[in-house]
């Protein structure tokens, strides 16, 4: 089955110092979704990619999606306390055409010490 | 707006009772999914549901027991809990296939 794959599982920054998390599916995607979850809630839509090569920015937040659509990153530059959290990619595999099913990946936890 | 809830948000029970967690939506949203979330884990699909009275498994439905008679309510039944069971609930729903999926606060459920 799909397997959605997240590097790191666990990153330690600085405030100031960028973030980058990656995603990695075992199929190609019809889109790719990322969460955020901060600690002790619960997972909160980010945003959504959907074309081959797309990039998207959310002010210091920017997300790519691959062009062979397998594979996705999420930037942060300059990170802040605010930041703090898990990040989740999750997406459905392209061409199914029932299930509805969303693939999460294990997500990656941020911390940033100020 | 309520958007989604779910109760009870924290449940303590004992192996071998039967357990229901609830979840409600106010959006007419027709899927619905049950996840559960272990300590450092990500989101596992335990049930899902299309509509009304459709239901499908996930990866790990043993031991659950979904229902949906009511767009808006989408009901987890733990059958005969166990410890493997201790562990955070997360339902949430989406207006379309494969579209956003917007999460409830979560429910909290220790299994002794």
């Known amino acids: 089955g799909q397997q959605v794959m997240q590097i790191p599982q666990y990153q330690h920054v600085q405030e100031g110092e960028d973030f980058t998390t990656y995603c990695n599916s075992s199929t190609t995607l019809s889109n790719i979704q990322w969460y955020k979850q901060r600690p002790g809630g619960h997972p909160v839509f980010l945003i959504q990619?959907?074309?081959?090569?797309e990039v998207k920015k959310q002010k210091r937040l920017t997300f790519q999606f691959g062009e062979a659509k397998k594979n996705s990153s999420l930037h942060i530059t300059a990170t802040q306390t605010t930041d703090v959290g898990t990040y989740f990619c999750?997406?459905?595999?392209?061409?199914?055409?029932?299930?509805?099913?969303?693939?999460f990946g294990e997500g990656t936890q941020l911390t940033v010490n100020p | 707006d309520a958007g989604i809830t779910q109760s009870p948000r924290y449940k303590i029970t004992e192996t071998g009772r039967q357990v229901t967690l609830m979840c409600h939506q106010t959006w007419s949203h027709s899927y619905m999914f049950w996840y559960r979330q272990d300590l450092g884990h990500g989101l596992r699909l335990i049930y899902y549901?299309?509509?009304?009275?459709?239901?499908d498994k996930g990866e790990v439905p043993d031991g659950y027991v979904v229902s949906r008679s009511k767009t808006e309510n989408f009901p987890l039944t733990l059958e005969s809990a166990t410890r493997s069971q201790t562990s955070v609930y997360f339902c949430?729903?989406?207006?379309?296939?494969?579209?956003?999926?917007?999460f409830g606060p979560g429910t909290r459920l220790t299994v002794l």
């Open positions: 549901s299309a509509a009304a009275d459709i239901t």
């Open positions: 949430a729903s989406s207006g379309r296939e494969w579209d956003t999926q917007y």
């Open positions: 999750a997406g459905p595999p392209l061409g199914v055409t029932s299930g509805s099913r969303l693939t």
């Open positions: 990619l959907v074309k081959s090569g």
